[in-house]
C-alpha cells in the first residue's frame, strides 16, 4: 500500500518497478491518492491488474485500505516528515520508509519496519520481497508498529525538527 500525494518527489517510479520485480501470486500494489504524475505512473504500471490506482478516497475509505493492507512502503525522494507513516503504523502494519524521510526515525526506533536508500529500486525489491515472502517477520513488524502508542502523537514528529535546529543553534554558536 502507498498513500500519498501523486507526484516525482514520492518516488512511485521505484515502487512500481520494485514491485514488478517481487509480486507473485495473488499479491497487488494498490496506490491510495491523485496528484500530476497520476496519468504517467497508470502508464508506467501498465495494463497489469494487480496494480491498483485509487485517486483520491475518503477518511473513511483510507482507513480501509490501511486496515486490509499487508505493507504499507514510502519511496519518497524527499519529505520532511510523512504522516502517512505514523498512519500505517497506527494500523498496525509493517513499514519500508526511505530515510529521505523524517519519518525513517520512527521505523528505526521501534525496528518496525526497513528503511532503504531513495532511488535505490533493488533494494526496496528485496526488502518488499522479504516482507511479501515471510508471513512471521510482517507479522513481527507489524507487531511492532501496533505497539508503538506515540505514533498519533503529534510531538513525536516534532522531536526531529527540535534535535535538528538545536544542532544547528550550537553549530552556529561554535563558529
Same mark, same amino acid.
Given at each position: 500500500?502507498?498513500?500519498?500525494?501523486? %507526484? /516525482?518527489?514520492?518516488?512511485?517510479?521505484?515502487?512500481?518497478?520494485?514491485?514488478?520485480?517481487?509480486?507473485?501470486?495473488?499479491?497487488?500494489?494498490?496506490?491510495?491518492?491523485?496528484?500530476?504524475?497520476?496519468?504517467?505512473?497508470? &502508464?508506467?504500471?501498465?495494463?497489469?491488474?494487480? $496494480? %491498483?490506482?485509487?485517486?483520491?478516497?475518503?477518511?473513511?475509505?483510507?482507513?480501509?485500505?490501511?486496515?486490509?493492507?499487508?505493507?504499507?512502503?514510502?519511496?519518497?525522494?524527499?519529505? #520532511?516528515?510523512?504522516?502517512?507513516? %505514523? /498512519?500505517?503504523?497506527?494500523?498496525?502494519? @509493517?513499514?519500508?520508509?526511505?530515510?529521505? #524521510?523524517?519519518?525513517? /526515525?520512527?521505523? /528505526?526506533?521501534?525496528? %518496525?519496519?526497513?528503511?532503504? @536508500?531513495?532511488?535505490?529500486?533493488?533494494v526496496l525489491a528485496a526488502r518488499l520481497g522479504e516482507l511479501l515472502e515471510d508471513d512471521e517477520l510482517r507479522?513481527?513488524?507489524?507487531?511492532? &508498529?501496533?505497539?508503538?502508542?506515540?505514533?498519533?502523537?503529534?510531538?513525536?514528529? $516534532?522531536?526531529?525538527?527540535?534535535? #535538528?535546529?538545536?544542532?544547528?543553534?550550537?553549530?552556529?554558536?561554535?563558529?
Open positions: 500500500l502507498y498513500v500519498g500525494y501523486l %507526484n /516525482e518527489r514520492k518516488g512511485l517510479d521505484h515502487l512500481i518497478d520494485a514491485y514488478r520485480q517481487v509480486a507473485a501470486g495473488d499479491t497487488r500494489l494498490v496506490i491510495v491518492g491523485t496528484g500530476p504524475e497520476e496519468q504517467r505512473l497508470r &502508464s508506467r504500471a501498465g495494463d497489469r491488474d494487480d $496494480i %491498483n490506482f485509487t485517486g483520491y478516497v475518503s477518511d473513511e475509505r483510507k482507513a480501509a485500505y490501511y486496515a486490509d493492507a499487508d505493507v504499507f512502503v514510502l519511496p519518497t525522494l524527499h519529505d #520532511a516528515w510523512g504522516l502517512v507513516v %505514523n /498512519e500505517a503504523m497506527y494500523f498496525g502494519l @509493517p513499514v519500508i520508509v526511505t530515510d529521505a #524521510a523524517g519519518a525513517a /526515525e520512527l521505523v /528505526e526506533r521501534h525496528e %518496525n519496519g526497513f528503511v532503504v @536508500p531513495p532511488g535505490d529500486t533493488d507479522s513481527r513488524l507489524g507487531g511492532r &508498529s501496533g505497539a508503538a502508542t506515540e505514533v498519533g502523537d503529534v510531538s513525536v514528529a $516534532i522531536e526531529p525538527f527540535e534535535s #535538528a535546529i538545536d544542532r544547528l543553534r550550537n553549530r552556529r554558536r561554535r563558529t
